[in-house]
């Protein structure tokens, strides 16, 4: 494909000299046969301007000194109105033999070769794409003519060549062997050629049909447009396609170059996603497209303008693909690396094929069909580019069903632990539930039993069963309301206490003080002979340490507990305070562990969720000692250890909840040690206070 030749050409022809005046040696064909004759090496050359010069002007004497010798090189004028005169001499030494006179740039409008006859005569015979196929004197692709030359004979030819296009004047003879022989070459590189073509065309179609990218479409439209331009230039297209539309094929040329670059643009922009990389090399490929649609428009208006439309088109096109392409690559888009060495490659052999036309390079098969191997080259790496493509989506698709995959299962994990949280809070208020219902029952029954005896005593009173003044029964009956009052009393505390609604007086004050506090309890024990005991293990420093608590609310938690261990001790029993600091209490434990393996247990919990220091205050008695089943329960609401003696110690089992709220208030905790018949240990701790907000608060 010459899509840049005009400019290169003129170059070439500078660099090289070109045409000079004076005048060239004959065409001699001797007995170092070669078969080819390369014509335009041995040629003179005249500008018509005017187009106005007959055969019988340019072989006068007078304007044939005007001629002048092509010394180098394919001579080529880009677009010019003017017509061009080409006279060479061939020198036959050989015996009398039919050649053939090829012009091997099939896009020429008109060529019309003057052979010699007898005289100063000469036929004239007819080319060039305006002459319907059918009337040519050979039916080649390219402009042929059969000469008959005699034998040691040498004849003058004319050559008149005009084009609305670009103008290559190479004229090349061929003896009738070497030019069958040419054309076997040829064609079986032009079926590899499109035959490659076609199978990429079928493959995209196909790939288009399944994937639905837009991008396959603009590739194999863009295949089409470049093998049609090729065709067109290499004459096939004449030959086979529209051999009755001269006028449709002199135009076909330029429909087939704007339409690879509206192609090309389009593939490139929709391709790369060149609007994610490269905003405004977006747009310009957008005019690009526009402007390709354009000339396609103005071709059918003015064949000269889309012309010299579709060459400043394709002169846009190239640097502004290259420039695209790079710019993508280096913002990571790596399909753009194919992209780039596609049209490198298609630019470079572009480059040659023109070079060597211009006579700069060799001119051989290779050289000759350098573009379009080019154009193979390129083709084949934009499907290489666009099957890296299907590689990417198919890694994407694996990702994004890999992802979903992930997303199901965390999906499933998160329903899973949903559930379960559910059912827990299903569980928690069922127990609620439960333990309202429970609490209710139990109400009813501590309210309930004591009201019905008292209803019993006054009833029996009343109706003279006994006698009302009876001291005795008065005594029971005043007993039975004072239980009912501290039920009442209880219930109310722990109501707010769990709900959050009891108020605390909390104050500062020093351990030392603490322990005079604690001491004040010995009154409340020795009712029944027991002995008490305060045992403090602090030390001077200590003692200085500050509490922060509520010391009203701490006296009824050692009420509770000591009456608690006043109960179930028998009498001359020992009740003892013990006060230590926490973790001299766990060092102490920890000497007698394995005593109880599971207080063991959830002391070291109670020790790793333990921060800052605290105080242990431990009451213990050699009382009846509780068992281990009631042990983990004791802290509950209603919950007695020993149902069976209900009346004989009137307890209600509010007392160590209420306790367990309060040390829960102030950030200690509460548990308890116990052994059947050898007493009961109750530990709770708190917190010293350091001074930080929120700690001890
Ligand atoms: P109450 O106020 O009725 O005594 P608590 O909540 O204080 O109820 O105690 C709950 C249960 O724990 C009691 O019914 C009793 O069985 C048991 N208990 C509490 N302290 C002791 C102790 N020092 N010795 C033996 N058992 C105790």
Redesign the pocket.
């Known amino acids: 494909m010459k899509r840049i030749p005009s400019m290169i050409f003129l170059l070439a022809i500078i660099i090289c000299g070109g045409i000079v005046n004076e005048a060239q040696a004959s065409i001699v064909i001797n007995q170092e046969k070669t078969g080819k004759y390369n014509i335009y090496e041995n040629m003179e050359i005249l500008e018509d301007r005017e187009g106005k010069l007959t055969i019988n002007d340019v072989s006068s004497p007078t304007i044939s000194k005007q001629f002048k010798a092509n010394n180098k090189g394919i001579p080529s004028y880009g677009y010019k109105s003017s017509v061009y005169w080409m006279r060479f001499e061939i020198d036959n030494q050989q015996r009398t033999e039919r050649y053939i006179l090829e012009f091997p740039y099939a896009p020429h409008d008109s060529i019309t070769l003057y052979e010699p006859t007898v005289g100063n005569e000469y036929t004239s015979l007819y080319g060039g794409d305006l002459l319907p196929f059918s009337e040519r004197d050979r039916k080649h692709r390219h402009v042929t003519f059969e000469l008959t030359l005699a034998e040691k004979e040498t004849s003058t030819y004319y050559v008149r060549i005009k084009s609305e296009g670009s103008l290559q004047l190479s004229v090349v003879l061929w003896d009738e062997e070497a030019f069958s022989e040419k054309g076997l070459r040829e064609y079986l590189l032009f079926g590899i050629y499109y035959g490659a073509t076609l199978v990429m065309v079928a493959y995209n179609i196909f790939l288009y049909s399944s994937l639905r990218l837009r991008s396959y479409l603009w590739y194999v439209l863009l295949i089409f447009a470049v093998s049609m331009t090729q065709l067109t230039l290499n004459g096939f297209a004449y030959q086979f396609l529209w051999p009755d539309f001269p006028w449709w094929n002199n135009r076909s040329i330029v429909f087939s170059i704007a339409l690879s670059n509206l192609a090309g643009a389009l593939f490139v922009n929709k391709f790369l996603e060149v609007r994610n990389y490269a905003r405004v090399w977006s747009r310009i490929l957008q005019v690009l497209s526009v402007l390709n649609m354009g000339i396609i428009g103005v071709l059918l208006l003015s064949y000269p303008l889309a012309l010299h439309l579709v060459t400043l088109s394709t002169i846009l096109f190239i640097p502004v693909v290259l420039t695209t392409t790079i710019l993508c690559w280096k913002r990571g888009n790596k399909a753009a690396r194919f992209l780039f060495f596609a049209w490198f490659i298609f630019l470079l052999t572009g480059l040659i094929s023109s070079l060597s036309d211009a006579g700069i390079l060799p001119l051989n098969i290779y050289t000759r069909h350098a573009s379009l191997i080019g154009s193979l080259i390129e083709m084949i790496l934009l499907s290489l580019a666009l099957a890296d493509r299907v590689k990417i989506i198919q890694m994407e698709k694996e990702n994004a069903e890999r992802a979903t995959l992930l997303l199901n299962e965390e999906l499933e994990e998160r329903v899973q632990k949903r559930t379960e949280e559910l059912q827990i809070s299903t569980e928690k208020l069922l127990s609620m539930e439960r333990s309202r219902r429970h609490l209710l029952s139990n109400i009813s029954h501590d309210l309930g039993t004591p009201m019905t005896s008292i209803q019993g005593y006054v009833k029996a009173m009343l109706d003279g069963v006994i006698e009302p003044c009876d001291q005795n029964y008065l005594g029971i009956i005043y007993e039975k309301t004072l239980y009912v009052d501290r039920l009442i009393q209880?219930l109310y505390d722990l109501s707010r206490l769990e709900a959050k609604q009891a108020s605390f007086y909390m104050n500062k004050g020093k351990v030392g003080e603490f322990i005079q506090f604690l001491n004040a309890f010995e009154v409340d024990v020795t009712s029944k002979n027991i002995v008490f005991q305060l045992d403090s293990k602090l030390s001077q420093n200590q003692n200085q340490w500050i509490l922060y608590l509520d010391l009203n609310r701490i006296r009824q938690v050692m009420a509770?507990?000591l009456?608690?261990?006043v109960?179930?001790?028998k009498e001359n029993g020992i009740i003892s305070l013990e006060v230590i600091e926490f973790e001299d209490f766990y060092k102490k434990y920890k000497e007698r562990q394995g005593h109880v393996e599971e207080i063991a247990v959830s002391l070291e919990k109670k020790v790793n969720s333990h921060s800052g220091k605290s105080l242990v205050i431990g009451?213990h008695?050699n009382?009846?000692?509780?068992d281990s089943e009631?042990l983990p329960y004791?802290?509950d609401r209603f919950?007695?250890?020993?149902?069976e003696h209900y009346d004989t110690?009137?307890?209600?089992?509010?007392?160590?909840?209420?306790?367990k709220e309060i040390i829960d208030y102030h950030h200690g905790m509460i548990w308890?040690e116990?052994l059947v018949s050898q007493?009961?240990s109750?530990y709770f701790t708190l917190p010293i206070y350091t001074g930080e907000p929120g700690e001890n608060k």
């Open positions: 209880d509770n507990l009456s608690n261990a109960k179930y001790t009451v008695d009382g009846k000692g509780i009631s004791i802290f919950y007695r250890a020993d149902a110690y009137r307890n209600a089992g509010l007392g160590l909840a209420i306790v308890a116990s007493g009961s109750f």
